[in-house]
T-cell receptor, first 115, second 113 residues
Framework: DSGVTQTPKHLITATGQRVTLRCSPR?????VYWYQQSLDQGLQFLIQ???????AKGNILERFSAQQFPDLHSELNLSSLELGDSALYFC??????????????FGPGTRLTVL | DQQVKQNSPSLSVQEGRISILNCDYT??????FLWYKKYPAEGPTFLIS?????DKNEDGRFTVFLNKSAKHLSLHIVPSQPGDSAVYFC????????????FGSGTQLTVLP
């Protein structure tokens, strides 16, 4: 158990809908990262927040957005969902400097299915 | 355009022998490399990392080698154990102000008892 929690575990929705995935980092960790793992694309880094501010951005679509709240939990919002958005979404957290080289601890993931 | 490539989707080795997982990269701006292990239904777990100023880093049974001129890194696991059976991802971080983290597609390692 990494100490990172993600809710919900599974989510099934329809095309065109909007969903919110939630992540609680390990106690004391200031950085939160979001990743997408689709069947054919491997693991893709989406975005990083450090103490409430966006720190690094990866291949995040414009239909997706994220934020980190004062209590350090984070939410990933996915809108206008398409079939291709079906994937496992991982959240990770890290403690140290907020740099991408910090050791990251991953949550168990949220499996999103878009029908 | 895959900047980090793991060309072997799978690898099988006998328990007790050495496992060698390979990773190639194309972006010369990458200056930090990591290996993660992932079991089914779990998130990835950090294994070991290496900075581009080194060519080797060792942690217990795990050693990562970096060959900058060949843009190649490898993970050696010695001795391999059945519990090492998992998907292994290599990842690279680019230097500069807009740092990027890029993963390879993974290699499924199976250690046979």
């Amino acid at each position: 158990d990494s100490g990172v929690t993600q809710t919900p575990k599974h989510l099934i929705t329809a095309t065109g809908q909007r969903v919110t995935l939630r992540c609680s980092p390990r106690s004391g960790d200031l950085s939160v990262y979001w990743y997408q793992q689709s069947l054919d694309q491997g693991l893709q880094f989406l975005i990083q927040y450090y103490n409430g501010e966006e720190r690094a951005k990866g291949n995040i679509l414009e239909r997706f957005s994220a934020q980190q709240f004062p209590d350090l939990h984070s939410e990933l919002n996915l809108s206008s969902l398409e079939l291709g958005d079906s994937a496992l979404y991982f959240c990770a957290s890290s403690a140290t400097t907020g740099d991408l080289t910090d050791t990251q601890y991953f949550g168990p993931g949220t499996r999103l299915t878009v029908l | 355009d895959q900047q980090v490539k793991q060309n072997s989707p799978s690898l099988s080795v006998q328990e007790g022998r050495i496992s060698i997982l390979n990773c190639d990269y194309t972006n010369s701006m990458f200056d930090y490399f990591l290996w993660y292990k992932k079991y089914p239904a779990e998130g990835p777990t950090f294994l070991i990392s290496i900075s581009s100023i080194k060519d080797k880093n060792e942690d217990g049974r795990f050693t990562v080698f970096l060959n900058k001129s060949a843009k190649h890194l490898s993970l050696h696991i010695v001795p391999s154990q059945p519990g090492d059976s998992a998907v292994y991802f290599c990842a690279a971080i680019s230097s500069g102000s807009a740092r990027q983290l890029t993963f390879g597609s993974g290699t499924q390692l199976t250690v046979l008892p």
